[in-house]
């Protein structure tokens, strides 16, 4: 692994070094905003970092896909007639198929082409719970690409989401099981009120 670092950062330019480091930092500080504007600024300075990071080590695919994250962000940001997001959203999907075409450069353009689109979907999802799933889909596309294109910050923003996402997920399912557990611990109680009230009953007529 640390041959892998050395060789990366050995044949990556400073300025490719500086925008990964930024975009990490977009990563890691947007989900601690309290506001869902300063998020969405937040992380539309990392798509921009990325764009530009991925650009510079020779991955156009991937800094397109990274672009076109921006215009998503951008609209969500902006614009708040539903129909109109959709058709925004709908053309930016389209724009990735023409870059990916465009841009094509084999195995690595079909990863981040795939886990460009998947990502795309995860942010379209309304509940936050298939946006993290959907997440977890793209995954596997970006951890191959970024391992591949020798992109050791992109390769921490995957791990970072990843395991945000499954302790998401986790605590969603914890959440869930509280909620069933109380159900049937409230039936329960029910239940034995009611056979206490039916022997009450009994006992009085008797």
Not at 132 to 138: E, I, Q, R, S
Request: net charge positive; charged share 15%.
């Amino acid at each position: 692994m640390s041959l892998f670092l050395d060789q990366t950062f050995a044949s990556t330019g400073l300025a490719a070094i500086l925008f990964g480091i930024v975009g990490l930092g977009c990563v890691v500080s947007w989900p601690l905003l309290p506001s869902r504007r300063g998020a969405l600024m937040v992380q539309g300075t990392g798509a921009c970092a990325f764009a530009l990071h991925f650009a510079l080590i020779g991955a156009p695919t991937a800094s397109a896909a990274c672009v076109l994250s921006l215009m998503q962000l951008t609209v969500a940001l902006v614009v708040r007639d539903r129909v109109a997001k959709l058709a925004l959203d709908g053309a930016t999907l389209l724009a990735l198929l023409l870059l990916t075409v465009a841009t094509w450069h084999g195995l690595l353009s079909g990863l981040a082409a795939c886990g460009g689109a998947a990502s795309f979907m995860a942010r379209t999802q309304r509940s936050t719970t298939r946006m993290k799933m959907v997440f977890l889909v793209a995954a596997p596309f970006w951890l191959a690409h970024n391992l591949l294109i020798g992109a050791p910050f992109a390769l921490a923003v995957d791990l970072v989401s990843v395991a945000g996402n499954l302790l998401g997920l986790f605590a969603f399912w914890k959440r869930k099981q509280r909620g069933e557990a109380s159900r049937v611990f409230r039936r329960l109680r029910t239940v034995r009120r009611s056979i206490r009230y039916e022997q009450d009953g009994k006992q009085i007529f008797a």
